[in-house]
C-alpha cells in the first residue's frame, strides 16, 4: 500500500490490518506508552477546505509518532492546481517531505497527486470520497458492537462522500448498509454497484427512514448542507424534511442501536440535540478514533 485514497482499492486484509494497528496503538497511547516511529519525518498537509477534526488529528498523530505536520491553505501556495500544475507540486513536495495529505474538493486533484508522488498520499475528503472517516467509523463500531462481521449500518442522509466510503468499507469487511434518502439525493448508482460487486446485497436504498432503520445495529447521519454547498441551503432543508434523526426515529430500531455523525453537526436539522446527547450516541469516541485510525495510517504509510 503506497497511498490511501479509496477502501475499494484496498484488499480487505489491508484494512484489517489497519485497524489492529488503530487498536494496538490506542491502547498503547492510553496506557502512556510511545512509538516514534516517525521521528524526524514530516507530512505536508494541504487543504483547500478548512476542518477541526482533520487537522487536529492529523497533527496530533504526526506528533505522538515523533514526526511533523506542515499547514498548507490555497492561499500559501496560490491556489492548488493553479499557480502551477498539480503535477509539478507533487513531484517538488515528494522531494521535501515524507507524506503527503490532501483535503480537496476534486477527487481527481489526489488521484493526481498521488499519480506523480513518490512519497505517499492520503486522501483526508474530497467531494467523492472521505475514507478515514469510513475507517475510523468502523474502527468505533467494532470497540461497541464487539464484532463488524454481520453488522447493518442505517445512513440517514444525503448520498454522499461519507456514504460512499461507508458503503465500500462495508463491502470489504462483511457489513450491511442501508441509505434512506429523499428523491432526488440517493447514493449514485455506481458506487452501490461497485459495492454490491466486492461483497453481493451490501447496500440497498430506500426513500424510507423507518424502513431503513429496522434491524439496524448503528444508525448514521450527516450534514445535509455540505461545505460548497451553502446556496442550496433552503432547498436542502426543505427536501429532507422527515429525514431528521430524532428520538421518533430511534423508537423504529432497536433500544440498543448506537448513533453515528461523522460532525460537525447541524443540531435541529439532521440530527436532533435529543439525540446527540442520548445514550445511544457514540458521536464523540467515533470522533477521537479519527486520531487512533490515522495514527495508524501514518505509520504504515510513512514507516521505511
Not at 494541504?46 to 498548507?72: C, D, H, Q, W
Not at 495529505?101 to 493526481?112: G, K, N, P
Not at 506523480?116 to 461497541?144: G, K, R
Not at 429532507?240 to 432497536?254: M, N, R
Request: with cysteine; hydrophobic share 40%; glycine share 8%.
Amino acid at each position: 500500500m503506497k497511498d490511501f485514497i479509496s477502501i475499494d482499492k484496498c484488499s480487505s486484509q489491508q484494512l484489517q490490518k489497519l485497524l489492529d494497528l488503530s487498536s494496538e496503538l490506542k491502547g498503547l497511547y492510553k496506557a502512556g506508552g510511545r512509538d516514534l516511529s516517525l521521528a524526524g519525518k514530516t507530512l505536508v498537509m494541504l487543504f483547500e477546505k478548512p476542518s477541526l477534526r482533520t487537522r487536529i488529528s492529523f497533527e496530533v498523530a504526526m506528533t505522538n509518532l515523533g514526526g511533523s505536520a506542515i499547514y498548507v491553505k490555497p492561499e500559501d501556495i496560490g491556489g492548488i492546481g493553479k499557480r502551477e500544475p498539480i503535477k509539478d507540486m507533487a513531484r517538488v513536495l515528494s522531494r521535501y517531505a515524507d507524506g503527503i495529505m490532501a483535503r480537496t474538493f476534486e477527487h481527481s486533484t489526489v488521484i493526481e497527486l498521488a499519480e506523480y508522488s513518490t512519497v505517499p498520499v492520503i486522501n483526508a475528503l474530497t467531494d467523492w470520497l472521505h475514507p478515514c472517516q469510513a475507517m475510523a467509523d468502523v474502527l468505533t463500531i467494532s470497540e461497541h458492537c464487539g464484532r463488524i462481521e454481520g453488522i447493518k449500518i442505517a445512513f440517514i442522509g444525503d448520498g454522499n462522500n461519507v456514504a460512499r466510503s461507508l458503503c465500500f468499507g462495508c463491502a470489504k469487511l462483511g457489513m450491511k448498509i442501508s441509505i434512506a434518502s429523499p428523491s432526488g439525493y440517493e447514493l449514485d448508482e455506481k458506487s452501490v454497484q461497485t459495492a454490491n460487486q466486492i461483497s453481493a446485497d451490501t447496500v440497498t436504498r430506500t426513500n424510507n427512514p423507518i424502513e431503513a432503520v429496522a434491524g439496524a445495529d448503528i444508525i448514521y447521519t450527516d450534514t445535509w448542507v455540505s461545505m460548497g454547498m451553502e446556496s442550496e441551503k433552503q432547498k436542502r432543508l426543505k427536501d429532507f424534511e422527515g429525514f431528521q434523526v430524532d428520538g421518533e426515529l430511534l423508537k423504529s430500531a432497536s433500544g440498543k442501536v448506537k448513533v453515528m455523525h461523522c460532525l460537525p453537526a447541524h443540531r435541529g436539522d439532521e440530527i436532533s440535540d435529543e439525540v446527540i446527547e442520548s445514550e445511544n450516541s457514540i458521536v464523540f469516541d467515533q470522533a477521537e478514533n479519527r486520531l487512533h485510525f490515522q495514527r495508524a495510517l501514518l505509520k504504515k504509510l510513512m514507516e521505511k
